[in-house]
């Protein structure tokens, strides 16, 4: 069981940067891969990022490419998503989720956070 509890979310303008944070519980940590999710409102959950156990590699929607980062501290059990030039249409609820494998999808996640909201403002 891993319970994940996301920070970091507020409003900043367009162009401006945030930098979200997932601490997670448990020990087996490590055991698990993370990803980032976001979900707007009206819309459907849609994958920003994910990043294996070991940190080696990521994967970004292409929307985010270039412009997020995923970084995670096994020794803290923590995950970050670094978000950069934010637009308005990243304007939405994250959340970070622990699952066995870095996969796009919300399907492929056993343990999902409460969500931290990010707002960017035109």
């Known amino acids: 069981q891993v319970q994940l509890v996301e920070s970091g979310g507020g409003l900043v303008q367009t162009g401006g940067s945030l930098r979200l944070s997932c601490a997670a519980s448990g020990r087996t940590f490590s055991m698990y891969s993370m990803g980032w999710f976001r979900q707007a409102p009206g819309k459907e959950r849609e994958f920003v990022a994910a990043?294996?156990?070991?940190?080696?590699?990521?994967y970004y929607a292409d929307s985010v490419k270039g412009r997020f980062t995923i970084s995670r501290d096994n020794a803290k059990n923590m995950v970050y998503l670094q978000m950069n030039s934010l637009k308005p249409e990243d304007t939405a609820v994250y959340y970070c989720a622990a699952g066995p494998r870095p996969q796009p999808v919300r399907s492929g996640y056993e343990f999902w956070g409460q969500g931290t909201q990010v707002t960017v403002s035109s």
């Open positions: 990043i294996w156990r070991d940190g080696r590699m990521t």
